[in-house]
């Protein structure tokens, strides 16, 4: 099975950026459809952005669409999640996700692979 691991967040004003990256191992990157999720304490974990195994289709959250770009680099095993014009209701932790079913991840279901997660904190 593949092995998700995110990084690149932190503690960024409003209005800042934020790039996430996803860096996958263990099966070949190319194989599974890749999304990205995020979560805050008490809430359902929430779809962000979705983009297909080649990297040729995307989807996002309205919440985020216009401000964030999904990408993925083959070559390189890893996804990313270019976040800009941040704002406070922005924060969570966010997690990276690996789907060898489905073209394109836009929820959570059970064939997903997880990372760990990584903190997002956007300050007012």
């Known amino acids: 099975q593949v092995q998700l691991v995110e990084s690149g967040g932190g503690l960024v004003q409003a209005g800042g950026s934020l790039r996430l990256s996803c860096a996958a191992s263990?099966?070949?990157?190319?194989?599974?459809?890749v999304g990205w999720f995020r979560q805050t304490p008490g809430k359902e974990r929430e779809f962000v952005a979705g983009?297909?195994?080649?990297?040729?289709?995307?989807y996002y959250a309205d919440s985020v669409k216009g401000r964030f770009t999904i990408s993925r680099d083959n070559a390189k095993n890893t996804g990313y999640l270019q976040m800009n014009s941040l704002k406070p209701e922005d924060t969570a932790v966010y997690y990276c996700?690996?789907?060898?079913?489905?073209?394109?991840?836009?929820?959570?279901?059970?064939?997903?692979?997880w990372g760990q997660g990584t903190q997002v904190t956007v300050s007012s």
């Open positions: 996700a690996a789907d060898p079913i489905s073209g394109l991840v836009v929820r959570t279901t059970p064939s997903l692979f």
């Open positions: 983009i297909t195994r080649g990297g040729g289709s995307t």
């Open positions: 263990g099966r070949t990157f190319s194989n599974y459809a």
